[in-house]
């Protein structure tokens, strides 16, 4: 008994350590569309900008709002938003609630565009973007805006139904294998759909200030959510 309360003392403590260290970037400012189908007191509200063919193509489900659909062994996302840390990332929290029916989700850009977020004045080793591209690959340019100089980053995103090289320790997933859905949440595939995690290493002597996310003019880009591992 002692050594299980010893291990249950020893989870806590690590989790803790880890939620210290891992900031989640506020975002809200940016976001623009809702791709995600949500389920709140026995009612789906339909996702009304999606993750491909410019925004009207198709959508993610949770879980709650798949099954609710009649949908036979899903692949949903989770209906907690919160995707834990891992052994190639820390905690991840997305922007999409059950319990939220009104509120943006995502920062979708199609074509070429920019947005910008200020992250919590601070040393970083790492930032983690949570993106989808569809329609093709993505190349984007992440610009790091240190208090003492500016560091841009080139980066080709690929589409989300690509399967990742396992090797490549700067791109994973963040959520695998997913279906997607039309707008009458009528399923138009039923799987290998990705949401991906781009890993930028950052420079762990500087402070970071602010994250710029520029896109070229091909794919269709969805920015989930952010977030920092403090150096």
Known sequence: MRILSFLALLLIVNFSFQ???VVQFDVRKILN???VSTLNNRRITTWTKGIDGGGFGDGY????????NGDKEPHALPDNPIFAA????????????NADSLNLQTCNIAGSGQVEFAVP???????YL???????????HITLIYKTDIVTKDITLPDYYADLNPTDKSLGYLAHD??????KNNMTEKDHHNIDLLKVETDPGKILKIITIKKDKAGYLVFWAAAGEKA
């Open 19 to 21: 939620n210290n260290k």
């Open 33 to 35: 569309a809702r791709p």
């Open 61 to 68: 489900l949770t879980l709650s709002a798949a099954l609710f």
């Open 86 to 97: 891992n052994e190639s990332h820390p905690e991840i929290k997305l922007h999409y609630s």
């Open 121 to 127: 004045q601070q040393k970083y080793k790492a930032v």
């Open 130 to 140: 949570a993106l989808t591209s569809s329609e093709g690959a993505s190349q984007l």
């Open 178 to 183: 997913l279906a997607k859905w039309g707008n």
